[in-house]
Structures are given as C-alpha cells and as structure tokens.
C-alpha cells in the first residue's frame, strides 16, 4: 500500500469525522479505526518485531467490528425511518384537540427524530407554531415548528392519554403528506464521480471544500452528514437528503 493512499485515508477520515472519533457516529469511527488499521500493517509490513504484527491485527479487528457496527446501525436507522404512502391521510375523530389532549412525545423513537428532521424546512417555511398531524411509525404524531434559542427545531406530541376526543361535530381533517413534494430546482440526485454547481452547493452544507468535484473526500463526508440524520448512507444525494437539508442548498 503506498504512502500516499494512506495520506488519502487519513484525510477522508478527518474530513468526515475530525480528528477523533470520540463521540462522532459509528461510520465516523469505523473510517477512523480503518486508517489506524492500515497505518499498522503497513509498518508491521517490513518489520520483524512480532509485536508489531500483533498490533496490526488487533487494529484490524476493531476497524472489522466497528465497520460492521456501522453498517448494522444504518441498516438499522434505514428501516426505522421508512416514510408512509404519500398520500392523504385521514385522520380519525378520537384524536384529541390540540394542544390540550397532547404531550411531548419523550423520549422520542428514532422514527420520530427523523420525521422531524424532514419536516424542520417545511414547518418553518410557515413559520413558528406551524404544525402538522400524522402517522409515524403506526402513532399519531403532531409537529410543531418551536424556536429552541437561537435554533429553529420541531418539537413532537403524542395524544395525551385519557384526554378527551375532539367534539365528534368537527369532520375529521385530511393531512396531506407532503413527502413527494417537489424539491426545488437546483437540487438534481448527485453522486461520486460528477462535478457542477449542484455539488459545489451541497459541499456548502456539508462545510466541506466547495471545489465542485465529488470525490472520494466528499462522498465520506456525505454517509457521515446522512448517519447523522437518520438517512442511508449510501453517499448518494438524492430527494430524501436534499430534504432533509432544508430542499434548498445554502
């Protein structure tokens, strides 16, 4: 392995995770275990202290595992945040009203968290207390646009129970699901390997070196951004990350 594909994994490890792994996501650490793996071996390669060999193989078992670990987790975040049919969904009458029949949904489940995440831009496109009611994970979920400081959030509510229904005189609304809403235009799927104003835009998010060139180094820092948020890292940018990053590159 030459010196300067090692220097590559060094670099693709920091870009998508800084210099240490602690607290970063388990793709974050696995990159980072990977490089350390690699450096090991490369210098047990040409040496005969056994102790050395031994070192490389115990790094190599941990990158193993934590890649594993990674990929588990995404597998993992992929089926927990899989969105329901786009299309209109009625919702029954027992609901109570809002807010009084409701309260914060915590801890909230890794669906939620997600849902939350997609629904951020579309909430706050209408401002603070916007909200909106629907089915995450088989539950009635209401989301609400909420200022946290400085921050723009979007707080979660579950039916209260024992709180009474809504008066049965009021017909049920229907809560359009706005997952096939268009993205804006600007936002075309880009992957590894393609180049332009697209990726120049969504390296801007990313807050890597915006040079236009989707490379090794962005697609890293793309599956870190995409576990990050509850996505499939595959490190293609596609509708699902788009939205989830606001629709709309910075």
Known sequence: MTFAFIILLILLAHQSSGASPKGQPLAAQAAHAQVTATVKQTEAKNSPDP?????????????????????????????????????PQAMPSGLPPFPSGWEPDQPPPQAVQARAWQLLPILWKQGANARKTEQTSGRWITYVSQAMGPKKGVVA??????????????????NVATYARPLPSGTPTIRQGMSGDAVRRWQAILGVTADGQFGPATAAATRAWQARHGLTADGVVGPATWGAAGGTPV
């Open 157 to 174: 509510f579950r039916p209260r129970p024992g709180a009474a229904p809504a008066p049965s005189s009021s017909s049920p609304p229907t």
């Open 51 to 87: 102790q050395k060999h031994k070192d490389a193989a115990v790094a190599q078992a941990k990158a193993d595992a934590l890649t594993k670990a990674a990929l588990s987790e995404a597998s993992a975040k992929s089926a927990a945040t899989k969105t329901p049919p786009p299309w």
